[in-house]
């Protein structure tokens, strides 16, 4: 494992301070116990959640199992009567630990509570990772809720009335350093096991799962082994945690065991405030997730939980890359090839303009920046008289241009009139228009642009079952409903049946026409862009260059090069 | 990269300065701690209590506050919000002791918070005084630094099935109805009744428990209508109390005898007034009580001037009388002792044997309060708690026309 | 357990009429609130766990009004457009930021709004738990063996009235139409100069109204306090999850079937489990679901 010089200051401060700031500060220790186990918390729920894209509601359980294991071991194995005894007699039996008994028991107990939580993970695996997202999440979080409850109705566990646990043998101030000690350590070993894992294979492949899961399958790569392991370190860590959580507790029942609504959404809350799917974030995050909280809770008490709020929904909101978003940031550069470089072109109104030029010249980009999908650098777009280049797609379609895409996007669950009735023209809405009825004509308009483009026959059909050709056309009167000024469009005949392709050419020149709407058409087809088009702009990467009529175009020495990729 | 880093440095060395030390005594100020149940399902009670602690506090200090060793001092408490988890109190108790510097805490609301808290409290060798930890099994832990002002939890309902018995030609004829929330108060408050229904052979026909964040309980009413028991016992805190009362009206439940816990909390008498009528609600303390101390006078007195100072209570639950009185114990241990040293003070309260208007106070070894007995009341048609001495001052079967 | 089965169907089978009418009402409720997380859910994205908190907000609203002596209908024509301003509100300033992130930005800011108004709300209306009583008469058949209080006969009306009311919106009015679009493809209807914000507002505003109308129902038959939004919440999730999205009709049966199995649970089991049922249904659904979608080499998302 290689370390940069600074990584190595910040860990050498951060052991300066795991070392010495119980010694200078010993009224502290168990605040900064608490802290360390909020660190070892977040930077595991990031294994799952941030590193493998499987964002766990449920890690709490590992915790609270952990718990409730240990105390069982720790008082079967150095109690007599054992737990039934122990438990039905409410807390009435107060059993005397040598120290001998309570370090073994306690030691074999958190060693008992990790691996049941992984032998737990393992289990839920095998019907939790068939759900993704949000259902990953909220399965999760049932299955939290649902250990919890049952939890409380097994009566050898000491059912509602909780289990006392064993009381330390040695005196306060060692028992405030032998905690501090054991969850200081614990987060020093799953955090350096983590970075380990991260920088292996494994590290690569469960980011390959977070970012396309389906494509990783496609690669060979067993998902779900990984996301076992995936699960089970975080288990491992939260079992551990507990049984240590639950000895510094001394009494524990569901309520101290499956902190759900607390600590174990608090967790999610840390990883993100300091950036998932880093190494560092969760541990930055924890810090001042424990300081803040700890600071509300001090200075705003009856506010605690507004200040709490405010905090989560403000670093939500505005800063959702996390703290290390802040210094990732600025040193990554986009990286991009920059499509489109200082183009200048007109569309008469009223004409067809065709845009023509190779794969990757930057054609649909043009069409994005245009259209207000993309922001531009710098320069001027204008439509109608009007500079539209700080517009938002919303606001640019409402002006009257349109696009369609090389992909058609229809409403794939409603049929064609449907389809087409809330296409219609949103440009004389006022505030109430949203909840205005259907009016007859509309429905008639729609109809009749069905018969233009040839889908009259299909206008009750679900569109979601239409071929990719009609697809193609009923999208187009989509555009036409919302009487368009101007309609850009992303290769129209892509994809389409030849046979189809002139009727295609027919009904876009006869809209332009009849319905007077300028076109501006991306194609690959020459013989259709030539056929169409009465000006052309021929883009390469992400240059023009040339423009002219067809028949000037088509005897340019550079379009004829840039074709046949002559340079 | 650096700042990066040095940030995380930065921010870790803030923790240890993010809360003041606060001493325990601060010039003529003695700090009292307490984490209480500010927010969560126990905020009902938990403010209640930090309301009982208040106007003791300020009762004492108008009265000239504490003298110790010559000296005037005043009383304060410095609250944490335990969220009603158990795991925060136990936290938060740390800090209260090892931050804060707290050497004489007050306890939370509730068995549980109480569980949680006692074994950090006997820790550290600070003396707890609490109110509201009534649950049998505090007491045989051998805590030393405990004390309860308060009748233990299987003292609550207990005197019902008393009642119950006596009203029946044959006790172990008497089928009862059992509700229960599913936390460590109530379980002890069941174990006490079970004990009893044991001794008189009675018959249990229902058992259930009642989840925490249960806000309908209309089966277990059901069942209860179907079964037809001879009486029904619920507890479950405030939350109990105002739903049972809430759905018996509902569901016309009829059944002799209904007993339940957290009445005057929950307010069912101002709330449900109908169908009040005729509930069995044990009280730790009644205001009607002949009992007085100098500070704070008799219990009508307090109940006045606690009434003047939180207008918004028609009838003063208990929960606050009690939160008074651990104070008040306090107040006297300081001044018995004459000294701020802790275990000086731990001896003290040890000794404490007074009567104030909470009724007579004195430990056991245990630390759990003997002198005192519970009270049971019963709700009348126009909305009194009319004290219940013996099954025949009692009102049975329930007259309620619905 | 078998004394409660031989109770339900053997000794007193009568009472399973309460228990159903029960499980009904509850559904009811459970199904208002719910239809609202399935909207925001299914058009926006957003996972609000804050959805119980609106339901209580709503109750506590009722309660303020309810002691100013409205009536019920008005309090709902107050409590609905409030409701809807508020979530208006919240859209501008938070959700709208927070539309296109993965789904746990939203679940998380919405976490943060829960705290904030579950402390809020105790600040305003203390802890204590209320209810309203209406004061009204209790219906009874089968020798007093079912009863059915009229809040509860109004509530199961008036959430009925409200369904309805919704199922026709979203079929005939443009809101609703454009609200459907959206949620089937936002980048389509955007082109197709639909204002997706506006739309984005009005589903939130329109689900905090319906939680809203859900939270006066629950404060007349139930109780309630500041801290017990979460139950609602998991319930709404729970139906939300077993419905699937923007299915109204499949919503609202899936919330009469937890409330039911809720019920039944409760009267079989226990009342101890009747938290823990609609968690159950909810794991066992997706599980379910996982097996049907592994057939079509699927995964449930």
């Not at chain 1, 309609?487 to 319905?515: C, K, S, V, Y």
């Amino acid at each position: 494992m290689t370390m940069t010089r600074d990584t190595k200051v910040t860990y050498g401060l951060l052991a300066l301070f795991g070392i010495f700031g119980p010694i200078l500060f010993p009224d502290y220790t168990l605040s900064i116990a608490y802290l360390w186990m909020m660190v070892l918390m977040a930077s595991t729920w990031d294994t799952l959640g941030g590193q493998m894209g499987y964002n766990s509601l449920g890690n709490i359980t590992f915790f609270g199992v952990g718990m409730y294991v240990s105390a069982i071991v720790q008082i079967t194995f150095f109690y007599e009567g054992g737990v039934g005894e122990y438990t039905s007699a409410m807390g009435s039996i107060k059993p005397e630990f040598t120290q001998a008994e309570y370090f073994w028991g306690l030691g074999l107990g958190i060693l008992a509570a990790g691996v049941v939580g992984l032998v737990l993970s393992v289990i839920f695996s095998s019907f939790m990772f068939g759900l993704r997202g949000p259902y990953f999440a909220i399965g999760s979080l049932g299955l939290a809720i649902a250990v919890a409850e049952v939890t409380i109705t097994i009566d050898y566990v000491g059912g509602a009335s909780g289990i006392s646990m064993p009381l330390f043998p040695g005196d306060i101030e060692f028992r405030s350093t032998f905690f501090y000690i054991l969850c200081f350590v614990l987060t020093i070993i799953s955090h350096f096991l983590l970075r380990w894992l991260y920088s292996t294979q494994f590290g690569l492949a469960i980011n390959a799962i977070r970012d396309d899961e389906d494509k990783a399958e496609a690669m060979g790569i067993p998902t779900l082994a990984y996301k076992r392991i995936g699960w089970a370190i975080p288990a491992f860590f939260m079992g551990c945690i507990g049984a240590v959580a639950g000895n510094m507790a001394g009494f524990i029942d569901k309520e101290v065991a499956y902190p759900i609504p607390t600590f174990g959404i608090f967790m999610v809350a840390m990883a993100l405030l300091g950036g998932k799917g880093t190494l560092w974030g969760p541990v930055l995050g924890a810090i001042i997730f424990h300081v803040i909280k700890e600071a509300t809770w001090t200075y705003l008490l009856n506010l605690q939980w507004v200040a709490l709020g405010l905090i989560l929904i403000i670093n939500i909101v505005y800063f959702q890359q996390g703290i290390m978003g802040w210094f990732e940031g600025v040193s990554k550069s986009y990286g991009g090839v920059k499509a489109n470089v200082d183009i200048t072109m007109g569309v008469e109104r009223g004409s067809i303009t065709g845009i023509i030029g190779p794969n990757g010249c930057g054609k649909t980009t043009l069409f994005n920046s245009i259209v207000g999908y993309h922001p531009i650098d710098s320069g001027s777009i204008q439509f109608d008289g009007q500079e539209i280049s700080h517009l938002l797609v919303g606001d640019i379609a409402r002006l009257g241009m349109l696009r369609t895409f090389q992909q058609t996007r229809i409403y794939g669950k409603m049929n064609c009139v449907d389809n087409m009735q809330i296409s219609v023209s949103h440009r004389e809405d006022s505030k109430f228009s949203m909840f205005a009825s259907r009016r007859g004509e509309i429905k008639d308009r729609a109809e009749h642009l069905l018969e233009f483009v040839g889908l009259y026959s299909k206008r009750n059909l679900i569109s979601g079952d239409l071929s990719f050709g009609q697809q193609k056309l009923l999208e187009f009167a989509m555009a036409l409903m919302n009487e368009p000024k101007a309609l850009l469009l992303d290769e129209p005949t892509a994809g389409i049946n030849p046979t189809l392709i002139n009727g295609l050419i027919d009904r876009l020149r006869r809209a332009n026409e009849e319905l007077g709407i300028t076109l501006c058409v991306i194609e690959h087809n020459m013989r259709v862009i030539m056929n169409l088009a009465s000006h052309i702009y021929c883009l390469a990467n992400g240059h023009m260059l040339a423009d002219g009529t067809p028949e000037e175009l088509q005897n340019d020495q550079r379009v004829i090069d840039a074709y046949l990729g002559g340079h | 990269m650096f700042m990066k880093h040095g940030i995380v440095a930065g921010v870790a060395l803030a923790v240890s300065l993010a809360t003041p030390a606060m001493a325990k005594v601060e010039g003529d100020t003695i700090i009292l701690g307490s984490s209480i149940s500010l927010t969560g399902k126990y905020a009902t009670n938990g403010l209640h209590t930090q309301r009982g602690y208040d106007y003791a506090v300020k009762v004492i200090n108008e009265a000239g506050g504490v003298k110790v060793g010559g000296k005037s001092y005043k009383l304060d408490v410095k609250y944490y919000d335990d969220e009603s988890t158990p795991a925060r109190g136990a936290q938060l108790a740390e800090r209260l002791i090892q931050q804060d510097g707290v050497e004489y805490m007050l306890g939370p609301y509730s068995s549980g918070m109480t569980k949680a808290i006692a074994p950090v409290s006997e820790k550290f060798g600070v003396p707890m005084v609490e109110a509201e930890g009534a649950s049998r099994s505090l007491f045989t832990q051998g805590y030393k630094y405990l004390f309860a002002v308060l009748s233990t939890s299987e003292q609550y309902l207990a005197t019902a099935i008393d009642f119950a018995a006596e009203k029946s030609s044959n006790p172990g004829d008497v089928r009862i109805a059992l509700a229960f929330e599913g936390d460590p108060f109530s379980m002890d408050v069941r174990a006490g009744v079970m004990d009893k229904i044991k001794e008189y052979g009675m018959k249990v026909v229902i058992d259930d428990q009642l989840p925490a964040d249960l806000s309908d309980m209309s089966t277990t009413l059901t069942k209860v209508k179907a079964l037809k028991p001879d009486a029904l016992i619920i507890s479950g805190h405030s939350k109990g109390a105002a739903t049972a009362a809430r759905q018996i009206d509902e569901m016309k439940v009829n059944v002799p005898m209904i007993a339940l816990t957290h009445c005057e909390a929950a307010k069912v008498q101002e709330k449900f007034p109908k169908t009040a009528n005729g509930f069995l609600c044990p009280t730790q303390w009644v205001e009607t009580l002949s009992k007085s101390d100098p500070m704070f006078g008799s219990a009508a007195d307090w109940n006045t001037g606690f009434k003047a100072d939180n207008p918004s209570y028609t009838s003063v639950p208990y929960q606050s009388a009690q939160a008074s009185a651990a104070v008040y114990v306090f107040k006297e241990a300081f001044e018995a002792a004459n000294s701020f040293d802790k275990d000086a003070v731990r001896d003290a309260i040890s000794k404490v044997e007074m009567e104030t208007f909470y009724g007579d106070i004195k430990f056991s070894e245990n630390g759990n309060n003997i002198a005192k007995p519970m009270f049971m009341r019963q709700i009348d048609g126009s909305g009194q708690y009319k004290l219940v001495e013996k099954a025949g001052d009692m009102v049975f079967p329930r007259n309620v026309s619905y | 357990m078998w004394d409660n089965l031989q109770l339900l169907f053997v000794w007193a089978p009568i009472i399973n009429v309460q228990v159903i009418l029960d499980g009904i009402f509850v559904g009811a409720v459970f199904a208002l609130s719910a239809y609202g997380l399935a909207l925001v859910w299914g058009v926006m994205n957003i996972k609000n766990l804050a959805q119980g908190d609106f339901v209580i907000m709503g109750g506590y609203m009722a309660l303020a009004l309810h002691q100013l002596h409205v009536p019920l209908v008005l309090i709902l024509l107050i409590v609905m457009p409030v409701m809807f301003m508020f979530g208006w509100i919240v859209y501008v300033l938070m959700i709208r930021r927070i539309i296109d992130q993965d789904m746990f930005v939203s679940l998380l800011a919405t976490f943060g709004l829960s705290l904030l108004l579950q402390q809020v709300m105790n600040l305003i209306f203390g802890p204590e738990v209320q209810t309203i009583d209406m004061e009204l008469p209790v219906y009874d058949a089968f020798d007093n063996m079912v009863t059915v209080p009229s809040s509860k006969l109004i509530t199961l009306i008036l959430a009925g009235v409200i369904a309805t009311g919704v199922i026709i919106f979203m079929k005939r009015s443009r809101a609703g139409q454009a609200i459907r679009a959206t949620a089937q493809d936002p980048r389509a209807a955007r082109v197709l100069g639909i204002d997706i914000d506006r739309v984005y507002a009005f589903t939130f505003a329109f689900n905090a109204a319906l939680c809203g109308a859900a939270g006066v129902l629950v404060s007349i038959i139930w109780v309630i306090q500041p801290f017990y939004g979460i139950t609602y919440s998991v319930r709404s999730f729970a139906i939300v999850t077993a419905a699937g999205l923007g299915n109204l009709p499949a919503v609202i049966g899936a919330g009469f079937g937890i409330g039911l199995f809720e019920k039944y649970t409760g009267a079989i089991l226990g009342t101890a489990y009747e938290v823990a049922a609609p968690v159950s249904i909810l794991l066992l659904v997706l599980i379910w679901r996982q097996i049907q979608m592994r057939r079509n080499r699927q995964v449930v998302r």
